[in-house]
């Protein structure tokens, strides 16, 4: 069975551009999260998706978005980059709310702003 | 109050020795602790999880204590191999934070052979 899967692996941006970064949860899952893992700040929460809602978000700026589809894969959506977006964007999935549920993580997207 | 503060930042053990890994916790809401484990590379994977009914779970190599009276939890890894070299992270939730795991800042754990 296939796990969480992300693309790009690897992303390289401009300040001031837009980035947009896609997972696939495991199938079954219908809550996807997305963590942004910097250099030395461990992994920080960023999103939280169930059923095609947002159910709640870390403490990032309103440049961070995302979605869910109906097929329950997510797009984070990181406008008007800053060099300190630069990180390992790490997607997870979930079957369901339950917060003791097991979150399994996908093996990330790099993004890069030069 | 939401911070979960894990230690030690990196440690150096030898192979079959036992590593400790340190975490501790304010918010008394959370009933959910996972750690996770990070190779170079790859996305963390769970590790094994407590819930606070419970002083001690093993599984396999790895055991969490948890004291709730202390606010603490840690990873003990028995028989430690080099293959056990990674970063691992302590992790927190409660039922209410909906999604919302608290992650340590991780210790890197390197296992001489």
């Known amino acids: 069975e296939a796990g969480v899967t992300q693309s790009p692996t690897h992303l390289i941006k401009t300040r001031g551009q837009q980035a947009t970064l896609r997972c696939s949860p495991i199938s079954g899952h219908t809550s996807v999260y997305w963590y942004q893992q910097a250099l030395g700040l461990g992994l920080q929460f960023l999103l939280w998706?169930?059923?095609?809602?947002?159910?709640n978000r870390g403490n990032f700026p309103p440049r961070f978005s995302g979605r869910q589809f109906p097929n329950y894969s997510s797009e984070l959506n990181v406008n008007a980059l800053e060099l300190e977006d630069s990180a390992l964007y790490l997607c997870?999935?979930?079957?369901?709310?339950?917060?003791?549920?097991?979150?399994?993580f996908g093996e990330g997207s790099w993004l890069t702003v030069v | 109050q939401q911070q979960v503060k894990q230690s030690p930042q990196s440690l150096i053990v030898q192979k079959g020795g036992i590593p400790i890994i340190n975490c501790a916790y304010e918010n008394t809401a959370f009933d959910y602790f996972p750690w996770y484990q990070q190779f170079p590379g790859k996305g963390p994977a769970l590790l094994i999880a407590?819930?606070?009914?419970?002083s001690e779970k093993k599984e396999g190599r790895f055991t969490i204590s948890f004291n709730k009276s202390a606010k603490q939890f840690s990873l003990h890894i028995m028989d430690s191999q080099p293959g056990d070299s990674a970063t691992y992270f302590c992790?927190?939730?409660?039922?209410?934070?909906?999604?919302?795991?608290?992650f340590g800042k991780g210790t890197k754990l390197s296992v001489k052979p």
């Open positions: 992790a927190a939730s409660h039922g209410g934070s909906q999604g919302n795991l608290i």
């Open positions: 997870a999935s979930s079957f369901g709310r339950d917060p003791g549920n097991t979150i399994y």
């Open positions: 407590i819930r606070p009914d419970v």
């Open positions: 998706y169930d059923e095609g809602e947002e159910r």
